[in-house]
Each structure stands twice: as C-alpha cells, then as structure tokens.
C-alpha cells in the first residue's frame, strides 16, 4: 500500500514523546525459554538483574520520563524470580505493571499471585515462528488461536485483567492477519488490543556497510542478522492494505511518526466498537486526542493499556460522546438501526501495526519518534529493539550506502 494513500495529516499524532510517555520497558532478564525468529534480544541464561538493579531502573524512568505503564519484558519476565516483587513495586509507585510474555511459564497459581500483586495487564506474544513444542509444533498463524484463547480466558476467570496480544508478522504469515483480526472481534469481550510487529532483520543483500564510530563492522556480526536473504521492507500500510481486502471499511485514527520521515506510519492505531457478533463502527482521531488530553488533564499521563471495565464501556461511549465526534454519531447510527443493540453490552477494543527500523537511501535509519517502548541501560534511555548495538559496539551502529 502506498503511503500516500494513507494521509497523516488526516490522523491525530499520538503525543508521546521521550519525556512523556504512554508506556516504558523495563528488562528485568535477557533470558527466554523460546527462540523466536527475528528476536532482536540475545537469550542469555544468566542474565537476571537483582532487585535492586531493577528498581534502579525504574528510578531512572521516573527521574526521566512521565509514564503511564510498564510493560515488563526480556526475555521473559516469568522467568524472573523475582517477578512477583517487580510487580508489587511498580503497582506501589502508581504504575500500571503489564507483563510481555511468551506465556509458556504461566500457570494459574503464578497468575494469581501476580494479580494480588496488582499486575494491571499481559501481552502475550504468540505466532507461528517462536519454535514453540508439544502440540503447537508446526502449527500456523490460525491454529494457535487455540492458544491465544487459552490464554484470553486464563485471564478472563482471574477477572479485570488486561488482555493483549502481538505477533511479528513475516512475508508468509502476512496472508493471515486479517483472519486473526476477525478473531478478535468474535473475541471483543476479552480480547482488548491486539498488535502485529512488521519483521526486520540485517540481511546480506542490504545495500549499507555498518559502522560503530569510525569502525567497520561486519554485517553477519550483528546479533539481529539473517544469513539468508529475506523481506524486511514490509511496511505497517502493507498490513493495512491486506486487512482492507476483507475489512474495507478498517479505519485507522491516529500514528507515530518516524524520526527521518514524518509521513511515516510507526505505529498505526485503530480503535473500533461493537459486539462479538457485530463492529459497529471505528473511531475517529478526534476521539482518540479527546481522550489522551483528558487522561492527561486529569491523571498527569497519555493512557496506555485500558482496564477490562474500560472496554466493556463501549455502548456508554458512544451515547456519551457522540456530540463530540463524527464517528461516534456514524456509529451511533449503525446501533440505532436495531435498536435492542442499545441494551446490550458493546466492546472498544484497539488494533496496532507496527513498523521497526526503516532506511533511507541514503543510510539514514527511520526510527519510532517518541517510541514507547523506551528502556533503561547504563541509566540512559535508549531504544530496546537495538540495546545489543550498546552492549556488543557501546554506541549506536551507522549504516553508510555502499561505493
């Protein structure tokens, strides 16, 4: 899909920014049970930080950075011993605490002491290249539903828990976005976001030589490498434009632009209503700039995930705001065409595409403006998809086009 298809001025900029921001990521382990391909992390076994390294780290965020969530990641933060004391500090600072997880370690038990800790949400990532065993060996981007809603409903009996889902999505697996949205909705009640990661890797046909500092640096030593030439210029309009050939009335309201493009479309946020049988419609950028200066206004943070009472709110929504925006009354409209939808409970639930690193071609590397998924290391924030950059070269790698 072309960009210009797509006009930004024409969807409302989310406000993030690196002071002030949504969401922070805080890494308690670098350690993973799973080998995802495109892992931008390398699995190290002992790599657990103390607890005390750990709450520096949110020291550092707090010091730096205003934050509505942090999204608890790796590795794998289950893995983490102390995760359930990571939890409980983070609640007691009056952050939202949202585990980034494979899910593979999750039990009831464990769930349930992270709830009495007062984790707010999880993320779990799942998808078809994670190598994951047993039963799920060889399955494709559809049959892990199965998966996804084990999940879904784990949470959903723990009850007021966050549930959200994201995948990388690869030239491959492109093809079955569009039905894992169509899960979601038959899923809107406890299912509230779901995000597809466009997938990136460095790969030999790439037309940069890699430097750190004045140093060359060998393509096939940087830790996020493919050996084998792949696509990694998948855009997030390109998911787009394939979920428009099922859903073509899918609508998009607000973005993150990228660091050298600002006509670029980072993260791309859709936001819709309805019930498990029917979208009533999809809301607009003034809906979403209401509500972030609102929660701004009033709790001195842009939101980030929203409570599962907060999606079920959906109906009340729409009957309350519809004055202020044009596509609550569009929706509203949709709901009056029967009018018994007025009594029963309908859903907001959010749809992301993001898009990592991109180049020009002139070696410049597009990055998120305002990325929210900012990290701690050597008490300097920095963006986490390239925190091996730091830790293999201490400086952020240059791509120059090749003579």
């Not at 607009?284 to 995930?305: A, D, N, R």
Request: include cysteine.
């Amino acid at each position: 899909m072309d960009n210009r298809q797509l006009n930004h001025k024409e969807l409302y900029r989310l406000p993030w920014s690196l002071p002030d921001n949504a969401i922070s990521w805080l890494e308690p382990t670098a350690m993973c049970n799973l080998a995802c391909d495109g892992c931008y992390r390398q699995n190290l076994k002992n790599s657990h930080l103390s607890v005390d390294e750990v709450k520096h780290h949110l020291d550092i965020f707090q010091k730096l950075r205003t934050t509505d969530c942090i999204s608890i990641a790796g590795g794998d933060p289950l893995l983490y011993p102390d995760i359930i004391e990571i939890v409980a500090d983070i609640k007691k600072r009056g952050l939202k605490p949202v585990i980034n997880t494979n899910g593979k370690a999750l039990t009831e038990k464990l769930l349930n002491d992270l709830k009495k800790a007062g984790v707010y949400g999880f993320t779990f990532h799942i998808d078809s290249k994670q190598g994951r065993g047993g039963r799920w060996r060889g399955k494709n981007e559809i049959e892990l539903n199965e998966l996804r809603l084990e999940y879904a409903e784990m949470l959903a009996k723990a009850g007021d828990i966050s549930c959200s889902f994201n995948s990388t999505v690869y030239e491959d697996t492109l093809q079955y976005v569009p039905e894992l949205i169509d899960w979601s909705h038959k899923h809107i009640d406890i299912v509230h976001t779901m995000v597809f990661i466009v997938f990136r890797h460095v790969i030999p046909s790439m037309p940069f030589d890699w430097y750190a500092g004045d140093r060359k640096v060998d393509w096939d030593k940087i830790m996020y490498h493919s050996d084998s030439d792949r696509d990694i210029e998948m855009l997030s309009t390109d998911v787009l434009a394939k979920v428009r050939e099922r859903f073509p009335e899918f609508t998009p309201a607000a973005y993150l632009n990228g660091t050298v493009k600002p006509d670029s479309f980072k993260w791309l946020l859709t936001e819709r209503v309805g019930t498990k049988d029917k979208i009533f419609g999809y809301l607009g950028p003034k809906f979403l700039e209401l509500i972030m200066t609102v929660h701004h206004y009033f709790k001195g943070t842009y939101l980030s995930y929203a409570s599962p009472s907060l999606t079920e709110m959906g109906r009340s929504t729409v009957l309350l705001l519809w004055p202020f925006e044009k596509s609550l009354r569009k929706i509203l409209l949709n709901i009056l065409k029967n009018p018994l939808h007025l009594f029963r409970k309908s859903y907001l639930q959010t749809i992301m595409f993001i898009q990592p690193v991109d180049f020009t071609e002139k070696g410049d590397q597009n990055m998120c403006d305002g990325c929210p998924d900012i990290t701690v290391y050597k008490d300097e924030l920095i963006w986490s998809c390239r925190m091996e950059e730091q830790k293999q070269y201490d400086t952020w790698l240059r791509t120059v086009p090749k003579n």
